[in-house]
């Protein structure tokens, strides 16, 4: 039995089907069509931004750099949240299980025994590194 709509002719619904077979499947051909594409700003009309008017935000918290934030976050990857709060030791071990590089084992080796840490920021500040002064 063949579906159809009694409102039009099967020409009109197929030529309907293949206007949103991009949209139903996901393939190309969706959005892809120049007639969606937004009109440019008028002459007399600024042009548009990616940013709102003084947004100043950068993909780095104040008080790191780019650079910390990427080691932070390489140390943080071997610790697992399971391992949290977790003193020197518990950490160590459970970052040698997540097959940590030499370099990270030797920091976890820096940090005083018997203190428990709760999260990987403050693993991070006791080995003498920044944290973010502020959050968005």
Same mark, same amino acid.
Request: charged share 30%; net charge negative.
């Given at each position: 039995?063949e579906?159809?709509?009694?409102?039009?002719?099967?020409?009109?619904?197929?030529?309907?089907?293949?206007?949103?077979?991009?949209?139903?499947?996901?393939?190309?051909?969706?959005?892809?069509?120049?007639?969606?594409d937004?009109?440019?700003?008028g002459?007399?009309?600024?042009?548009?931004?990616?940013?709102?008017?003084? $947004?100043?935000?950068?993909?780095v918290? @104040?008080?790191? =750099?780019?650079? #910390? !934030?990427? /080691?932070r976050?390489?140390?943080?990857?071997?610790?697992?949240?399971?391992?949290?709060?977790?003193?020197?030791?518990?950490?160590?071990?459970?970052?040698?299980?997540?097959?940590?590089?030499?370099?990270?084992?030797?920091?976890? $080796?820096?940090?005083?025994?018997?203190? @428990?840490?709760? =999260?990987?920021? #403050? !693993?991070? /500040?006791a080995?003498?590194?920044?944290?973010e002064?502020?959050?968005?």
């Amino acid at each position: 039995m063949e579906r159809g709509n009694s409102k039009h002719g099967p020409r009109l619904d197929e030529q309907m089907d293949r206007e949103v077979q991009g949209a139903v499947q996901g393939s190309v051909g969706g959005r892809a069509e120049e007639w969606r594409d937004p009109e440019p700003a008028g002459e007399d009309q600024p042009g548009l931004t990616r940013a709102p008017g003084n $947004d100043t935000r950068t993909g780095v918290p @104040q008080g790191m =750099t780019s650079e #910390e !934030v990427e /080691a932070r976050s390489r140390l943080g990857r071997f610790i697992p949240l399971s391992a949290l709060p977790g003193d020197r030791d518990g950490l160590r071990r459970s970052a040698e299980e997540n097959e940590a590089p030499d370099d990270i084992l030797a920091q976890l $080796d820096q940090l005083p025994p018997g203190t @428990q840490f709760q =999260t990987v920021s #403050e !693993v991070w /500040a006791a080995l003498g590194h920044p944290n973010e002064t502020r959050r968005w």
